[in-house]
C-alpha cells in the first residue's frame, strides 16, 4: 500500500497485486463442421498471487476446460495463457513439460498417487523426476501443517481417502510452485475429509503464501475462496468475491435457470 497527499488529506492508493496467471481472450474449440462445440469463447481472467480462487459453472460451462488451459495440460485454439510472466504459447513440449514439474502444482479428483510407494516418495516423486533436492524446512512445515508425519511410510493402500488426498496436497506444495490447480479436489470425498482438504488449500494461501486455484461444483467448496468466477456457455459471466455457500448457490441458481 502507498499514500499520496490530495489537498489536506492523505489517500492510500492500492498497490497492484502481481499475476500468477492470466487468460487473455482464450478459446478453445473441439471437432468441425456439425461436431463443432466452443467450451471457451474469448475468456480473459487474472489470477493474483496469494489469493484463492474457485471456478465454478454450469456442466458444460468450460470450467474444467479453462484451467486445463491455465496449467498447459490443454492447448487453446486462440489466445493466450502467462503463468507469471512466461506465455505458454511460446514454449516447445519440453519446456511446456519443465514448467509443469517446475512451477505448477496439481491436485485432482482422482488421487494420481503411484500405489507402490510410500506417502513420502509419492510427495518427493515431482521434486526426484527432476533432480531436485527437497527444501528440507519447508517440507517438515508441510508435512506439519498437513498432519501426515505419522503416515509417511504408508502405501496408499492403507490411507483413507482424505489421507490420500492430503498427500496428493503435499505433492503440490512441496515444489513451492507458483500456482496450485485443483480440478473437483474433493469430489470423491466425505463431507469430513472434503472441509480438510480446503482447509489445507485455505492454509496454502494463508500461511504459505501461495496461489490455488480450483475448479469446483460444490457451493460449501467455493466458500473457502477468496473469489469465484462463474462460467456459462464458454464465457465469463460474474464473479463473487468474499463469497458463502449461500450466495455461491444463489448465483448457481440463477445461472442455471438462465
Known amino acids: 500500500m502507498t499514500s499520496h497527499v490530495v489537498g489536506s488529506e492523505t489517500v492510500e492508493a492500492a498497490v497492484p497485486a502481481e499475476i500468477a496467471a492470466r487468460a487473455v481472450d482464450l478459446s478453445k474449440v473441439y471437432g468441425a463442421g456439425d461436431t463443432r462445440v466452443t467450451a471457451l469463447d474469448g475468456v480473459s481472467a487474472e489470477f493474483a498471487k496469494g489469493e484463492f480462487t474457485a471456478i465454478m459453472g454450469p456442466s458444460g460451462s468450460g470450467k474444467s476446460t479453462l484451467m486445463h488451459c ?61 533432480g531436485r533436492t527437497p527444501d528440507e524446512k519447508w517440507l517438515e512445515s508441510v508435512l506439519e501443517r498437513l498432519g501426515l508425519n505419522d503416515r509417511l511410510e504408508h502405501r496408499p493402500s492403507e490411507l483413507s481417502g482424505g489421507q490420500q488426498q492430503r498427500v496428493a496436497c503435499a505433492r503440490a506444495l512441496a515444489g513451492k510452485p507458483d500456482i496450485i490447480f485443483g480440478d473437483e479436489p474433493t469430489g470423491n470425498l466425505d463431507s469430513r475429509a472434503s472441509g480438510e482438504v480446503l482447509s489445507i488449500l485455505r492454509a496454502a494461501v494463508d500461511e504459505f503464501e501461495q496461489t490455488v486455484v480450483i475448479v469446483t461444483h460444490e457451493p460449501h467448496a467455493a466458500a473457502y475462496a477468496d473469489r469465484v468466477v462463474f462460467l456459462s456457455d464458454g464465457r465469463i459471466v460474474d464473479e463473487l468475491r468474499n463469497p458463502t455457500a449461500d450466495t455461491v448457490l444463489d448465483r448457481m441458481k440463477a445461472l442455471e435457470q438462465a
Open 70 to 130: 491455465l496449467a498447459g495440460l490443454d492447448a487453446a485454439s486462440a489466445g493466450t495463457v502467462r503463468i507469471g510472466d512466461t506465455d505458454l504459447t511460446d514454449l516447445s513440449d519440453k519446456e511446456m513439460t519443465k514448467l509443469r514439474r517446475d512451477r505448477i502444482g496439481f491436485v485432482f479428483q482422482a488421487f494420481n498417487l503411484v500405489p507402490t510407494l510410500t506417502a513420502r516418495e509419492n510427495i518427493t516423486l515431482p521434486l526426484d523426476i527432476a
